[in-house]
């Protein structure tokens, strides 16, 4: 059992920057991949980036590449998203997830442990 919590989001303005961090209570962090996810009011849950186990291999959705870095310290069990260039279409609920599974995956239901989310505001 993992128990994964979020913290760092807030209200900021187009433009800022915010970094998200997801601490795991598990000692064996560094063996599942992690990935955020994001919903905003009336909308899906949605995949924003992932980072895998082992030799940190990312991945990003579109609408955040360039702009957004997933990264790990495994010495601190946690996970970080990095947010620049933030945008007003970026305010959402962000969520962060880890599962065991080898393969690193964009799909929100392939993932075993997630936390309570982190709300973030951009506003314009």
């Known amino acids: 059992q993992v128990q994964l919590v979020e913290s760092g989001g807030g209200l900021v303005q187009a433009g800022d920057s915010l970094r998200l961090s997801c601490t795991a209570s598990a000692r064996t962090f560094s063996t599942y991949n992690v990935g955020w996810f994001r919903q905003a009011p009336g909308k899906e849950r949605e995949f924003v980036a992932a980072?895998?186990?082992?030799?940190?291999?990312?991945t990003y959705a579109d609408s955040v590449k360039g702009r957004f870095t997933i990264s790990r310290d495994n010495a601190k069990n946690t996970v970080y998203l990095q947010m620049n260039s933030l945008k007003p279409e970026d305010t959402a609920v962000y969520y962060c997830a880890a599962r065991l599974g080898a393969v690193l995956t964009v799909r929100a239901p392939r993932y075993d442990y997630w936390g309570p989310g982190a709300p973030v505001t951009v506003s314009s």
């Open positions: 980072i895998s186990r082992g030799d940190g291999t990312t």
